[in-house]
């Protein structure tokens, strides 16, 4: 089999037993990401690993570099990487993803052993500065909201300037007025 076909097997073979799994994620069909842990926990890392054209037969290249691996020392990452390099030499020449990700997740304990958050500058400054702009939103969110039907409302009593027009109002007036006229005629009428 040639390289392609080799890749290609290994990859269906991939997206049916990860079908599902949250923690797989296929970014192009040689590009992979695959979370060890859960999101919650604070010794989990994401495995980024692409294949080179000639793969299975020469390595997969192996990275750390994603986001999510911020919090993570780099002696730690450099120990996951160089546990995984001995697990590709003894796979060299076989699909070896599945047994790459599997041996991550059963010795995710030992590779995360010496693990100590790495807590940066700009999250310390951020959380007070989070504070300030949520206060600030909270604020803003306070402001009434008109309806769409209040809007049209509002937009069928104006002219084109915004303005209302004189005597916008009368008519309820006229209303009330001739409301108050018809009942004082009838009332007074009923007593004669």
């Not at 290609?8 to 949250?22: K, N, Q, V």
């Not at 309806?147 to 006229?174: F, H, M, S, Y």
């Amino acid at each position: 089999m040639t390289a392609n076909e080799d890749q290609e097997m290994e990859l269906e073979a991939l997206r049916s037993i990860y079908e599902g799994d949250e923690g797989f994620k296929e970014v192009s069909p040689v590009s992979f990401q695959f979370r060890i842990g859960d999101l919650e926990d604070i010794k989990a890392f994401i495995l980024d690993i692409t294949w080179p054209e000639t793969y299975p037969e020469t390595a997969p290249e192996i990275s750390l570099d994603a986001f999510f691996n911020n919090r993570i020392s780099a002696e730690t990452k450099q120990l996951i990487l160089s546990k995984l390099e001995e697990q590709v030499e003894a796979n060299l020449g076989t699909a070896m993803m599945y047994t790459l990700f599997e041996w991550a997740k059963d010795n995710q304990e030992a590779l995360m052993e010496n693990h100590k958050p790495v807590v940066t500058a700009v999250a310390l400054t951020s959380s007070s500065d989070v504070t300030t702009t949520s206060s600030t939103a909270k604020k803003r969110e306070k402001k009434e909201q008109l309806t769409k039907a209040q809007k049209r409302r509002i937009i069928n009593r104006t002219d084109n300037k915004g303005e209302l027009p004189r005597g916008w109002n009368w008519v309820d007036v006229i209303k009330v007025g001739a409301f108050h006229l018809f009942s004082t005629r009838w009332c007074s009428t009923s007593y004669l």
